[in-house]
């Protein structure tokens, strides 16, 4: 008796807070449920062998038959590839000497870019896409500029701006968290600028550039609205295809096409995971990376 | 020695010309259209005479309308994803063991990365006149008959909430991690309650985490075109889907530039009234918070 009273007085004790943490787990729990329910939805439905999306019929692969079986849903996902693996090529290219250029060259004009880079991640994506449209077709018709009409470089073009700005960031706070002294070796042991940049400056930001770069890949396959705007017919990406129907109907093919893309983005996000954890980040560091 | 003489910046001027070319002209160009005219029906634009009028046609009831269900939707919608992510990034942050944390985060990127488009016709199938969530409400007795949801503002709010819930939940996450248990420990050992804890030591320090959050999900939430499209309807219009319809259906782009430049302003002078107004709440608090200070020191 005295035993048992002796454990059950400090659980008296720890009751209230119990309840609390009770109640935060049951909070998070229905988070998580609210947070995937239409994901669930989405991947239940693309097994879905009715006619319409929406009205669920019976259980069957037609979805997924349909998808590969129509040309415009395919092109759709092979223009949405290119138009990603270009814009990532592009805003690598630009993000990695920029993220070098703020984590190594500071100064005044730090601020100024970091402006810059911050108006373009906050500028709401609509606000992009009625911008870009009058100034593409301004250079493509008005100035003559051939290229500005390709559908695939205006898709580029739309999409490359925000991953720009990511992977700047990342690569900049990669460098940031790394401090010169290899950097300084290699030039004390005559090597050229250009020398060190390749063989000790890249080496070490390649982590960075590697998530930046698969980042820049996933932003690109998502881009809905401003590709909505900018997109020339011909060249319609997959986001772009689903939104028309959404206007004209939505068919069981789309979450299956929607499926097909969520795996592939999950393969690429998950593949960063593994390039960052290998660099040494902590799960709370990899956060911030992947929330920009 | 050559180093020295080359400008800092040379080798963020690709991407520094990339965004200006790509970025800030396009804004200004957009700037420039929203004091010209629409000519005629097969042109777009016209700047020859340059004037407010633009603006002085945006302004109209229906305009009015939408853009006060635009400001309702942003702030509620905001204010619901604080309320609902607050618990949960707390409980991430504090109450999982360490081990976890990282799947946890890794469970919430999952909808984030999922899709925009995707996700919202997830809502649209969830929330279908006869779909599951009607039959299940039907069956718990909390409605009869039909649930007419979609396409209402009601739809919206409850899409972006969803749409925009990890862009508050990581970063509140990251700012909770980072007020440590001993912190916590510390005031308790203080003598100070659950709540006061919460209230002066983990709040204020989770401070910055939650203004970024906030404007977070603010900031796009307001320029939101895809929610209110998939799940709005004619009743959930939101500001967005006006400018859109400017340059898509209507090709009037004065007009669409003079209401996407309203938007702009609409959201910042928001955004800082907002920050205005909880600043002068807070005050006070600070004061008495810098008072305690100078007596103890």
Redesign the interface.
């Known amino acids: 008796m005295t035993s048992s009273g002796a454990i059950a007085a400090p659980r008296k004790n720890r009751k209230p807070l119990n309840l609390v943490e009770a109640g935060l787990g049951v909070w998070g729990v229905i988070v998580f449920i609210f947070l995937f329910a239409p994901i669930v939805v989405i991947f239940i439905y693309s097994f879905n062998s009715g006619r319409l999306l929406t009205s669920w019929d019976g259980f069957g692969f037609q979805g997924y038959e349909a998808m590969i079986a129509k040309p415009a849903v395919t092109s759709s996902v092979w223009v949405s590839l290119r138009a990603g693996v270009l814009s990532s090529v592009l805003a690598t290219l630009l993000g990695t000497l920029a993220g070098v250029a703020m984590a190594r060259r500071p100064g005044k004009w730090v601020i100024w870019f970091s402006a810059l880079l911050l108006f373009v991640a906050i500028t709401p994506e609509i606000v992009d896409a009625v911008s870009l449209l009058p100034w593409l077709v301004f250079l493509g018709q008005d100035l003559g500029l051939g290229i500005f009409n390709d559908g695939i470089v205006r898709l580029v073009v739309g999409q490359s701006l925000f991953s720009t700005a990511v992977v700047t960031y990342i690569v900049r706070s990669r460098l940031v968290g790394l401090n010169e002294n290899l950097e300084e070796a290699s030039a004390d042991l005559y090597a050229s600028p250009t020398k060190t940049f390749w063989k000790i400056t890249l080496p070490l930001a390649m982590p960075a550039v590697l998530a930046g770069a698969l980042l820049s890949f996933t932003l690109g396959l998502d881009n809905t609205i401003v590709a909505s705007f900018v997109q020339v017919s011909g060249t319609t990406p997959w986001p772009v295809y689903v939104l028309s129907a959404v206007r004209s109907g939505l068919r069981p093919d789309i979450a299956s096409m929607s499926v097909v893309m969520l795996v592939l983005t999950l393969g690429a996000i998950g593949l960063v995971v593994v390039v960052l954890k290998k660099a040494g980040d902590s799960a709370t560091q990899i956060a911030r990376t992947l929330a920009g | 020695m050559s ?1 020295l003489r080359l400008p ?5 001027f ?3 010309g ?2 200006l070319i ?6 200004l ?2 700037l420039w ?1 929203s004091f010209g005219y629409k000519p005629g029906v097969f042109q ?2 016209a700047n020859d005479k340059l004037s407010f009028d633009r603006y002085a046609e945006a302004l109209n009831p229906t305009f009015f309308t939408t853009f006060w269900n635009t400001l309702w939707v942003g702030v509620a919608g905001t204010l619901l994803c604080l309320i ?2 607050f ?2 990034a ?3 942050a504090a ?1 999982i063991p ?1 081990r976890y ?2 799947l ?23 929330l ?1 006149p ?3 969530l009607s039959a299940a409400l039907n069956w718990l007795g909390l409605i009869d008959g039909s649930l007419d949801i979609l396409y209402t503002r009601s739809a919206v709010l409850l899409g972006v909430v ?1 749409n925009y ?3 508050m939940i ?2 509140l ?2 700012a909770f ?1 980072r007020v440590s248990q001993d912190m916590r420990e510390a005031s308790k050992d203080l003598g100070a309650g ?1 709540i006061a804890t919460l209230l002066r030591v983990t709040i204020p320090l989770a401070m910055p985490g939650i203004i970024v959050g906030t ?2 999900v603010y ?2 939430l ?5 929610t209110a ?2 799940l709005g309807g004619a009743k959930g219009n939101m500001a ?1 889907v006006l ?2 319809s400017q ?2 259906t209507a090709q009037n ?1 004065a007009l ?2 003079a209401m ?1 430049v309203l ?2 302003l609409l ?1 910042l002078v928001s955004a800082a009234l907002a920050g205005l107004i909880i600043w002068l709440l807070l005050l006070p608090f600070n004061r008495s918070r810098r008072l305690v200070i100078g007596v103890a020191k």
């Not at chain 2, 790509?22 to 804004?27: D, L, R, T, W």
């Not at chain 2, 909808?111 to 925009?116: A, G, H, L, M, V």
């Open positions: 180093r800092r910046p040379i080798l963020a690709p991407a520094i990339w965004l790509f970025f800030v002209a396009p804004v160009l957009v259209f777009t634009h609902i992510a618990p949960v707390y409980w991430m109450k360490s944390r990282g946890l985060i890794a469970l919430v990127m999952v909808p984030y990365w999922t899709n925009f488009l995707v996700r919202t016709i997830g809502w649209q199938i969830i279908a006869h779909g599951w969803y819930l990890p862009l990581l970063p996450y990251v991690d659950r404007l977070l900031i796009p307001m320029g939101d075109y895809i499209t998939v967005g400018v859109a340059f898509q782009w669409g530039s996407a938007l702009i959201i």
